[in-house]
């Protein structure tokens, strides 16, 4: 099969001919029409990810069973399926409750620590495929439901992390980022009133399309300042920050009211300090949200069957211009999501 083999860290892709995937037991073999291209993956390019190679890179898949393999019985040929970002195991006690995130036997995840979604063929074990439910027009949209599972679905997440009402004040810091970006669709989907906060301007008016009410220009202005002036000195309900910076983590941290919460997700996991007073006093709480759930990935395909929110894929080329296409988004060129076009 064709596939576009990433040979090492800081290296361009290359588009090999390699040998097509064999379902053994228990794994299924899918055929890739679309995968999508965010940071998450260009991370694993640049090096700010460890990885093995030579690798087959991406998870945001939109793809079609072709064949299964001994004992399986989950999956058929012919299902339109995407992929699970993480290689849970399917049988700990975190998996059995729905929270695979948090699984304790992780083999880590697809297109990193097994080949993904850039090539024709694509090989996993068949718990990681996920159905996609009826209603949705798979071989007419590839490139926006192959993101939706993580694009979408991390910040539906988040929604209910956060626990997010009706009319309280949501503060997203990142907005103009591929994931930000669809934080804040769907904290207006979920009738917040949504303020973007990021250093690049250029992204604001694709913030406001998307349903953000104000934005923040964290380059030109003291954050904490603008978030209290914004809320009449009341300070936000929920601060969620796709930076997470120590500066970001603070920042937000300084900006919540009464009751607020704060999500950290991405970021390096840098060390940041906030104040037990304010926690205290304010009954403020600090949350982490890892990925997505796969019950949370078939609620947001609900959602999008429904018509309720769409992914924002701003840039889909052909499989051979990843390369090109990922020096955009690595720059943030790139405003949403992009995807490379495969099958
Ligand atoms: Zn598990």
Redesign the pocket.
């Known amino acids: 099969m064709k596939a576009m083999v990433l040979p090492g860290v800081r290296q361009p892709f290359e588009l090999c001919q390699v040998q097509d995937p064999v379902a053994g037991p228990g794994e299924a073999v899918a055929r890739v029409i679309a995968c999508g291209a965010g940071l998450t993956i260009q991370h694993v390019k640049a090096g700010r990810r460890a990885a093995q190679f030579p690798r087959i890179l991406g998870h945001e898949i939109t793809a079609e069973i072709v064949a299964i393999g001994v004992g399986v019985t989950s999956l058929a040929a012919g299902d339109a399926v995407t992929a699970y970002f993480y290689l ?5 006690r ?2 059995l409750a729905s929270l ?1 995130p948090l ?4 083999g880590g995840n697809v297109g990193i620590e097994c080949d993904g979604g850039y090539a024709e063929y694509i090989k996993l074990p068949a718990h990681i495929f996920i159905k996609l439910p009826e209603g949705l027009d798979h071989r007419r949209h590839p490139a926006e439901i192959g993101v939706i599972g993580d694009a979408l679905a991390t910040p539906y997440k988040v929604l209910r992390r956060a626990r997010i009402k009706a009319g309280e004040t949501v503060a997203i810091f990142g907005a103009g980022g591929g994931l930000g970006i669809h934080q804040v669709m769907m904290a207006k989907w979920a009738r917040a009133r949504v303020i973007a906060v990021d250093v690049a301007a250029s992204k604001f008016d694709a913030c406001r399309k998307a349903g953000a009410d104000e934005a923040i220009d964290a380059a030109s202005c003291d954050v904490v300042e603008a978030l209290r002036e914004l809320t009449h000195g009341d300070g936000v309900d929920v601060a969620i920050d796709y930076v997470s910076s120590t500066r970001t983590l603070e920042a937000a941290a300084k900006a919540l009211g009464r009751g607020g919460r704060l999500v950290t997700l991405g970021g390096a996991g840098q060390p940041f300090q906030a104040s037990a007073r304010d926690l205290l006093y304010n009954e403020q709480a600090i949350l982490g949200s890892r990925y997505v759930t796969r019950s949370e990935i078939l609620e947001t395909f609900d959602l999008v069957a429904r018509g309720e929110v769409w992914p924002l894929v701003t840039e889909i080329r052909p499989l051979a211009e990843a390369e090109a296409l990922h020096a955009r988004v690595e720059r943030g060129d790139v405003t949403g999501r992009a995807a490379l076009m495969i099958g």
């Open positions: 849970n195991c399917g049988h700990c975190w998996c695979e699984c304790v036997n992780s």
